[in-house]
């Protein structure tokens, strides 16, 4: 059975079977990265571009490393060399790659929506990279297949993420899976990093970090974003670290084992005390690992139409 | 040259005349208007058929473009695209380059729509409020009266400054002439893209909260009450705004406003799409707020529909979201929308519809009003209310073609306008 779609262009709409199907394909992948040579021929012929738009090592090197694990032929157009810095347009860009044979894109872009343009102007498959901070679909089947690894399931499991919603890319994507999947979602963080009316995406909100300790089974830990402080959006990273930051003090007074995620990269004890994000309760680097599986899962899925 | 229309439904909300009537019109002015005049020699004849003959609508918010911009509308391109789409008037905003902020481009602009399409469609400019529309010192706004403009604008920017907002009610009272705002309290709406709520919650979109309109809109009724000089409001879009409106139309303050077509036909769900022809400024809202602009049509407390005419080139408009400017054109469906929407839904009359689109309008610029009858300039919108059709953008007049309503299915369309001694036939 074949993915619905020949895109991956956020986790809003996407099927719970094809999720699933996602998931269960990445548990493959983890196995193939288990073994001594971890590379299959299956997208051998194909070429994909990541198109890097934004500033991004992490997610593109796990993109790189999962299309040449699947023998794809990989080209990295990234906004430092790229010709949009002298005036040219996205259109005119991909223009140009689609004329050279492109199999699939990977895109990450500042503009939201803008994956969802590709597919208006070009034919190749188009993978959200990350746009803007609207949706990052393979972060958050990455974040979701390392709390199935860990739960067994979904179903059930209290996830809260924590920190700037506003501006992250990963909570939406995050939010729209969890909740296919049955799990309770709730946010947590300044009231000034809440968008509004996020509670009619069945999501609820705290503005207490221990209350969100209390009640969740997984905290899933954004990045705060140095710059947001110009803005107002709160007064001081000393106080944000004072209120919201999570930390084994906090974590203790819970009297259960909570898991820890965290997209990266992370500022140490700003969102996360050091001892937290080292401690067993971090699964952070499994979250690195699955990253590839993820994506081998989600290239091979769209790559081969099954 | 001769044109004798038959079997029309002669309209004017202004007497209270709903007729039906043959009009003869002899090198621009109505010879004769009663039933049953024969057709004599080199008379062009146009068979009505009980179309309604309307007094000449206007658009009161039109971006020609020109100067500055020629690449995405002319006066030319813009006045022809205002004929098809069923006025014979339309005002300019003057976010031009340069803008509207001296007499020579007021002049200029006057004398270059006389020139093209035989002069058809009367061009009204509109006056900055302030230099550049920079919004700190006063535009010349006594000499750009003098010159020709009917009203005064920094439309695209609000004039922000409280102190220069009160000038310029102050100055303006003196030629008894409005002060157009769009308006927006700018420090709430940085970087935004799209209405704030649910919608821009879910793409994760940068936010422009409707109270930036409510805020703005109060605090010039504030002024207004003050100073006691006339005011109108650009393109309102929020529920909250038209209630500010109503109440302080109910305390008789000299506050007037417009309504756009898009804002009273869709909603912020639009945005779902990324299609950049959704993204204008104020933003698609929710539906609410779209009921508050039915209703406050409905119960007269919007006076003018008026389109915020703004092209775009196609290149321009073929980006990301993000990055895409600004507006829609919206001159060749506004009249369409209107009756789909407001007539056939039984919220106006076709006679509110003609004061929405003619008789307000050329109220609060203080034109002269246009008369239907013996001896009098034609000037006149002849609608067919139901006209089926198809909207393409393709076949739009206008050099630009960013707008949403491609393909949508629309009852009601202007058949064609008379003006100037010229007939524009679009059916
Ligand atoms: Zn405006």
Known sequence: MPLSSRHLLGLEDVPKEDINLLLDTTTNFREVLERPVKKVPTLQGQTIVNLFLEDSTRTRVSFELAERRLSADVVNFSASVSSLKKGETLKDTVRNLEAMKIDMVVIRHAAQGSPHFLTKIMDAHIINAGDGSHEHPTQALLDMYTIREKFGTLEGVHVCIVGDISHSRVALSNIFGLKTMGATVSVCGPKTLIPKEIEKLGVNVFYDINRAIREADVLNVLRIQLERQDRAY????REYREYFAVTKER??????????????PINRDVELSADVADSDASLILHQVLNGVAVRMAVLYLLGTGK | ???????????DPTNGTDTESDVLIVDGIIEKMKPNIAAGKDVQVHDLNGMIIAPGFIDMHVHL??????????IETGTLSAAHGGFTAVCCMPNTNPAIDNASVVRDIRTKAKQVNSGLVDVFPIGAVTKAREGKELAPMLELAEAGAVAFSDDGAPVSDSENMRRALEYASMLDMCIIQHAEESSLTKGGVMNEGFISTSLGMA??????????VARDITLVEYVQARYHVAHVSTAGAVELVRSAKAKGLPVTCEVTPHHFTLTDEAVRSFDTNTKMNPPLRTRD??????????????????TDHAPHSYDEKQVEFLYAPFGIVGLETAIGLAFTELVHTGILSVEQLIEKFSINPRKILRLPSIKIAEGEKTNITILNP??????????????????????????????????????????
Not at chain 1, 251 to 264: D, N, R, S, V, Y
Not at chain 2, 1 to 6: Q, S
């Open chain 1, 234 to 237: 709160f007064p001081s990273l």
């Open chain 1, 251 to 264: 974590l203790k007074q819970a009297q259960k084992e909570i898991t820890i995620l965290h997209p990266g």
């Open chain 2, 65 to 74: 473009r020109e100067p500055g911009f020629e690449h995405k509308e002319t």
């Open chain 2, 207 to 216: 936010p422009i909260p409707s109270i930036a309109e409510d805020i703005m």
């Open chain 2, 1 to 11: 040259m001769k044109i004798l229309l038959k079997h029309g439904r002669v309209i």
């Open chain 2, 386 to 427: 139901n006209y089926e059709w198809t909207v393409k953008t393709a076949n739009f007049k206008s050099k630009s073609k960013n707008s949403p309503f491609d393909g949508y299915k629309l009852k009601g369309k202007a058949w064609g306008v008379v003006n100037n001694g010229v007939i524009y036939i679009s059916l």
């Open chain 2, 289 to 306: 707020d779209v009921e508050a602009m039915k209703e406050g049509l409905r119960d007269g407390t919007i006076d003018v529909i008026a």
